[in-house]
């Protein structure tokens, strides 16, 4: 399935399916994803991070942090969203004090433990406590056996899921995370119906980039993928999700909104969609043979509303995001592992602006092939993770995605 050219489009503000940010993503960054060890007690098959047993013994320590922190608060509002990562941050005995430290300067909290005996109602009302206002879980099978094949760890559903009620109970606002993989993106439906049933405030669907332990896990090809954006763009009615490392999906939201002609769906999509439409919407996955505003082909909306519930915002890796290493390297992701500068050598906010890798990925002129002449490279761009991922090249055009530009 290529697609053709479609119609042109330019800036983000001409997609109002896409949100836009308060401030400027060349002067600092909205979300920074901090690895705070990289000790866990799983081994997931994909872990990005290829977590250990033990905490690293040059991990940054409580001040070298909260130094970050400092840098972080000092331009004032709106402040940036910390999201405290692992490994498992639970490892790591001075959590609270880095969430309540972060808080206090009016950084938006949140964090993201593993599904171990560590997520406990109070461990997790500790963090609420600290002021934490969210916190995300993985989940990557829609049962015990999937997921925890996936974990590697027997229990590990059971103990995630209830991980998410607790948080829940506690009023902290619940992400789910879920790597979508060759494999699991088979229970999509199931996971979707999961999430709901969980009180998710946010469904995170993670396209793999094969890094770390994820090279040994089977990723969609681009056709898949379009399918799998597709599908998530009609359930994105009745749930509210945002895709990691396949940013094209902001291009698809504008093209269904518009009526722009999307091409053919795949295989995929057509085994898939009518599971998802019963799964979120019981009796709704039975073919009526028509075609909606969507566009789905069995005439079966998978949400009641239209479009979507959370419009996603145009950032990516390095462009608003960053990523702090357990050591300090700040890279421009986590699943993009070049490095731009230590936090141990320069405030983050100083590399962020200046770092010339970051830089030149805030720089849509820099982007190469498709992706380059692509129409909709403001408010998509490609993955630069993927793209790094099969060429070495951060700035190649992402491979993921089959959309054909007119340009
Ligand atoms: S070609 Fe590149 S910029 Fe265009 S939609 Fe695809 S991934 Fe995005």
């Known amino acids: 399935m290529t697609m053709a050219p479609e119609r042109a489009t330019a800036a983000t503000a001409d997609v109002p399916e896409v949100r836009r940010l308060r401030f400027d993503v060349d002067e600092r960054p909205f979300l920074v994803l901090f690895e705070t060890t990289r000790a866990c007690d799983l081994a997931c098959r994909h872990c990005r991070a290829e977590a250990q047993a033990e905490r690293h013994r040059d991990e940054l320590s409580t001040d070298e942090v909260v130094a970050v922190f400092d840098d972080l608060a000092a331009g004032g509002p709106p402040r940036p969203i910390v999201v405290l990562t692992g490994g498992d941050p639970f490892k790591r005995a001075d959590l609270r004090t880095l969430v309540a430290h972060g808080s206090s300067l009016g950084l938006a909290m949140a964090v993201s433990p593993s599904g171990t005996p560590l997520a406990t109602p109070e461990n997790l009302a500790g963090l609420s406590e600290a002021g934490a206002g969210s916190v995300s879980f ?39 995370n879920t790597t979508i993989t060759a494999t699991t993106v088979h229970e999509l439906p199931e996971l979707a119906r999961l999430v709901r049933d969980l009180g998710a405030s946010l469904w995170s669907v993670f396209f793999l980039v094969t890094t770390g332990r994820g090279r040994d896990l089977g990723g969609l090809d681009a056709d898949e993928t379009e399918d799998v954006l597709h599908l998530l763009a009609e359930l994105a009615d009745s749930m509210s999700l945002k895709t990691t490392e396949a940013p094209q999906y902001r291009r698809i939201l504008h093209q269904r909104a518009t009526g722009a002609p999307t091409g053919d769906r795949g295989p995929l999509y057509h085994q898939l969609h009518p599971r998802l439409a019963e799964s979120v919407e019981p009796g709704a996955g039975s073919p009526t043979g028509s075609h909606t505003r969507t566009g789905s082909p069995t005439g079966v909306r998978v949400g009641s509303r239209p479009g979507p519930r959370r419009p996603p915002l145009a950032v990516g890796d390095g462009r608003g995001v960053v990523f702090v290493s ?26 962020y602006r200046t770092a010339p890798l970051l830089r030149s990925l805030r720089d849509r002129s820099l982007l190469l092939g498709r992706c380059g002449r692509c129409e909709f490279r403001d408010v998509c761009g490609g993955s630069r993770a993927q793209a790094y991922a099969a060429t070495g090249n951060p700035l190649a055009e992402d491979p993921t995605c089959p959309y054909v530009p007119a340009g």
């Open 138 to 176: 993985s989940i990557d099978g829609a049962s015990a056996d999937t997921h925890d094949a996936f974990r590697r760890v027997p229990g590990s559903f059971a103990l995630t899921t209830s991980a998410c009620r607790a948080a829940v109970e506690l009023g902290m606002r619940l992400q789910v």
């Open 326 to 351: 357990h050591i300090g390297e700040v890279s421009p992701s986590g699943f993009l592992p070049l490095v731009a500068g230590s936090v141990r050598e320069q405030p983050l906010t100083e590399i």
